[in-house]
């Protein structure tokens, strides 16, 4: 992708590129917008729910889905829309605070690995690497384990098993980029480091970290789900999709609901940011053959 | 004669650097594992007390003494690790914590399961992901083609336990068709190795369509319509062959994402094998185990990684160029 779309843009002339920057950048605003949105609207949600997310209703256990329980119930009578929207925020939320974090820890070595000489760019990248090598959710799954099963220790080590990608993109992007007409000329202009990185690097490599950046928000609501699926992160009754689904489990022949619907909604929220990503990624101009 | 004198040195310095950042890489790979392990929280002397002890509960500071005299535990940082990698490297992996028996015997014992969860997944799942691409890219944009599309994003996006509960709702609870939990008989297989392979079927099918997209359209396929092959004989002697070499590169870089889904799925029905084997020691704090099969997933896909590097470059140096590239793509895009 990233080579590619760097040839790509060298044919472009220079109408077509403003085109594209009006086009991405409006791109850009909707999907922040949208995304906004969702997450007022979830929070919104399960405030203006007539239910608390923990509040039990014992004359009403394990009701299926009826008018005054859009979803039904769960073993405790509590009311699984509001559970849901309560744990969306939270499953979304997390997954892009463990994002942010990762991307800029990965930022920020891999721009170092790409500026300041052979030994620290050798050294970042084999500690990268040696990161790498670490299927992700083996190591999220000890690492929160040993630390003890909570939110914030799978936070953490969400945030350990993350950064690498944007590490090794930034660092291959910025290579390629020093090697470019405008960052010598900007070099032998005589502008400090700092500020080719800022004002010519950075600007550069932006739409291709976008990109990077929802794909991993994505796959890190599958990681959080899984991890509180799986009994590594966070705890029942905090109201998690995993979390969710590992307190229905036991409930399965009865309660068919308690599976469905917290599945649907990881689901549905993995797929539109998926899409979001597709789009983003279409529109700077990938080869289309990655994966998701 | 010109297009090959030039390759064997290069080759040669090439697998010299490989084999340096290897060695580097392992070395990494080991101080970071035995990092987690060392600042875990918790007493590991008396771990390994009540591992050897089960039925005394509580431990004189002798006992606890002696036993941080004999495992080194007083020692600094780095005198431990380099006590534990010299073991680790001449294959004495320790006793585990909980059973006291050896690690190592315990990985055999387990790894068959495993082994046969994700033979028989990808086997199904690799089958599947080469019909389907093959029937969606016969007429690209057709119907066929739309739905092989759908059904790699909906399989992207899906949390495989949570397919691993759906099946087990639909042909266990319901219609009682095959067992839900627990291994033992072919039929214990089948509705896991259906949730791995379902998950293998999704990933590449989007990958393996864009190749035989890719070929589709390059220059030699076009010749060779204008002289008169059918479309058929195009595609199983010409595209299948070319598309293969790039594919199967990029099955292989999957492995991390496989054993993620193994682990999965082995807990989500109960199965025995490294994953569940795994969790329980994280659980029970059983550091030798933990640090053997941490190291032992870490080894796999650094070795695996490094064939495909080392074939690609004896392969088709040019080409190791581009699929190194595209190989980038998809480990940022792991699922």
């Known amino acids: ?129 040696s990161f790498f090598a670490f299927p992700e959710l083996i190591a999220a799954v000890t690492i929160a384990g040993v630390l003890g099963p909570n939110t914030v220790n799978m936070v953490l080590a969400l945030i350990l098993v993350g950064w690498m990608k944007f590490a090794r993109l930034v660092r291959s992007l910025s290579v390629d980029l020093a090697h470019r007409d405008f960052v010598i000329q900007a070099r032998l202009n005589g502008l400090p480091s700092g500020r080719i990185l800022w004002r010519h690097i950075l600007p550069n490599i932006g739409p291709n970290l976008l990109v990077l950046w929802t794909n991993a928000w994505s796959r890190t609501i599958l990681s959080i789900s899984g991890l509180s699926f799986l009994g590594f992160g966070v705890q029942p009754p905090n109201a998690e999709w995993g979390a969710m689904l590992l307190d229905g489990k036991a409930y399965m022949q009865t309660a068919p609901h308690l599976m469905i619907f917290p599945g649907l909604a990881i689901l549905a929220a993995v797929l539109s940011i998926n899409f979001v990503g597709d789009r983003l990624r279409d529109l700077i101009g990938g080869n289309g053959v990655t994966a998701n | 004669m010109l297009r090959f004198k030039p390759r064997l040195p290069r080759i040669l310095s090439s697998f010299g650097t490989r084999l340096l950042s290897l060695a580097c890489v392992l070395f990494g790979v080991s101080l970071i594992t035995f990092t987690m392990t060392y600042f875990a929280p918790g007493d590991k002397a008396s771990a390994i007390a009540h591992a050897r002890y089960p039925d005394v509960q509580a431990f004189p500071p002798e006992i606890l003494a002696g036993i941080r005299e004999e495992f080194s535990l007083n020692e600094p940082f780095f005198i431990q690790y380099f006590q534990w990698l010299a073991r680790f490297v001449q294959g004495d992996f320790g006793n585990s914590f909980a059973s006291n028996a050896s690690v190592w015997d315990i990985f055999v014992a387990n790894i068959v399961e495993t082994l046969s969860l994700t033979s028989t997944a990808l086997v199904v799942g690799l089958v599947s992901a080469f019909a389907l691409s093959a029937v969606a890219v016969w007429r690209p944009g057709s119907l066929s083609d739309r739905m092989a599309v759908a059904l790699a994003s909906i399989g992207a996006a899906m949390p495989n336990y949570w397919l691993g509960l759906l099946l087990i709702l639909l042909f266990a609870a319901q219609l009682n068709w095959l067992p839900a939990y627990g291994t033992g008989s072919p039929a214990h297989l089948v509705l896991p190795a259906i949730t791995l392979a379902f998950w293998i079927t999704a990933s590449q099918t989007r990958l393996l369509r864009a190749f035989f997209l890719e070929a589709k359209s390059a220059p030699y396929v076009e010749t060779l319509r204008l002289r008169g092959v059918s479309e058929a004989e195009i595609f199983w002697r010409h595209i299948l062959r070319h598309a293969a070499v790039p594919a199967l590169t990029m099955i292989g870089l999957d492995v991390a994402s496989l054993l993620e889904g193994t682990v999965i799925v082995e807990l989500t029905f109960a199965r025995g094998g490294i994953g569940s084997l795994l969790a329980g020691s994280v659980l029970s704090r059983d550091y030798p185990m933990i640090l053997f099969l941490v190291m032992f997933s870490a080894l796999v896909y650094v070795f695996i990684n490094s064939m495909i590097e080392l074939f690609q470059d004896i392969l088709d140096p040019r080409k190791s160029l581009l699929v190194s590239q595209k190989s980038e793509l998809s480990k940022e895009a792991r699922t």
Request: aromatic share 6%.
């Open chain 1, 1 to 129: 992708m990233t080579l590619l779309s760097e040839a790509g843009s060298l044919e472009e002339t220079d109408i077509q590129k403003t085109e594209h920057a009006k086009d991405l950048s409006r791109f850009l605003a909707r999907i922040g917008a949208a995304i906004l949105i969702i997450l007022i609207a979830a929070a919104a949600g399960f405030l203006l729910s007539p239910y608390a997310p923990n509040e039990p209703d014992f004359l009403a256990r394990l009701s299926p889905p009826s008018k005054t329980h859009w979803f039904g119930t769960d073993q405790l009578g509590r009311d699984v829309a509001t559970r849901l929207l309560y744990g969306g925020v939270w499953s979304i939320g997390l997954a892009l605070l463990i994002t942010l974090v990762g991307a800029i820890a990965g930022t920020a070595i891999g721009l170092a690995a790409g500026h300041f000489g052979r030994a620290t760019d050798v050294t970042l990248m084999r500690v990268t690497d």
